[in-house]
C-alpha cells in the first residue's frame, strides 16, 4: 500500500514537474518573439565613392559605392532589429551630386521612424557639413568645432 502511494506520489511530481517546465518554455519562447533587437549599425562615411560596385582592391581595402551604401541603407530601414544608424562623417572625396543622393537616402531612411546618430572627429567641409546635419543628434569632438 505504502508502495502503491509513494510511486503515485512520485508520478505526480513528474507530471507536475513536467507541466511547471513545459509552462515555462512556452512563457520564454512568447518573451523572444515580443523582443525587438535595437541595434545601431555604424556607416563610415570616409574617402572616395564610385558610382558602381568594385569588384575588388588590390592595395587597402575594398571601397563601398554609392550604390552599395543606397542599397545598405534602404535594407537597414526595412529591417526591425535595426533602430538607427551611427553616422561617422570624416571627408567626403565625391561630388555634390553623390552627397545629395546620399542625403535623400538617409531622410528616406528617417522617414520611417528610426534616428540617425551623428559622429564628427574633426574639421568639416561644406559637404561633410550638410552630410552631418541629416543626423537627429551629432555628437562632436570640442577639437572639430
Known amino acids: 500500500m505504502t508502495k502503491r502511494i509513494s510511486v503515485l506520489f512520485f508520478l505526480i511530481v513528474l ?8 509552462q515555462e518554455k512556452i512563457n520564454k519562447n512568447e518573451q523572444k518573439k515580443h523582443i525587438k533587437l535595437n541595434k545601431i549599425v555604424e556607416l563610415v562615411i570616409d574617402g572616395e565613392m564610385p558610382e558602381e560596385d568594385v569588384p575588388f582592391s588590390l592595395f587597402g581595402p575594398k571601397i563601398r559605392s554609392l550604390k552599395e551604401i543606397m542599397d545598405l ?3 537597414m530601414k526595412n ?3 535595426v533602430s538607427g544608424i551611427l553616422l561617422k562623417v570624416k571627408s567626403c572625396d565625391f561630388g555634390w551630386a553623390k ?4 542625403i535623400s537616402s538617409l531622410e528616406d531612411f528617417k522617414s520611417s521612424g528610426k534616428k540617425i546618430y551623428t559622429h564628427v572627429d574633426e574639421w568639416l567641409f561644406t ?7 541629416v543626423g537627429n543628434k551629432i555628437n562632436m569632438v570640442s577639437s572639430a568645432e
Do not use: G, P
Open 79 to 81: 529591417d526591425e532589429s
Open 99 to 102: 552627397v545629395q543622393e546620399l
Open 15 to 22: 507530471i507536475s514537474s513536467n507541466l511547471i517546465f513545459s
Open 127 to 133: 559637404k561633410e557639413y550638410l552630410l552631418a546635419c
Open 73 to 75: 541603407i534602404e535594407k
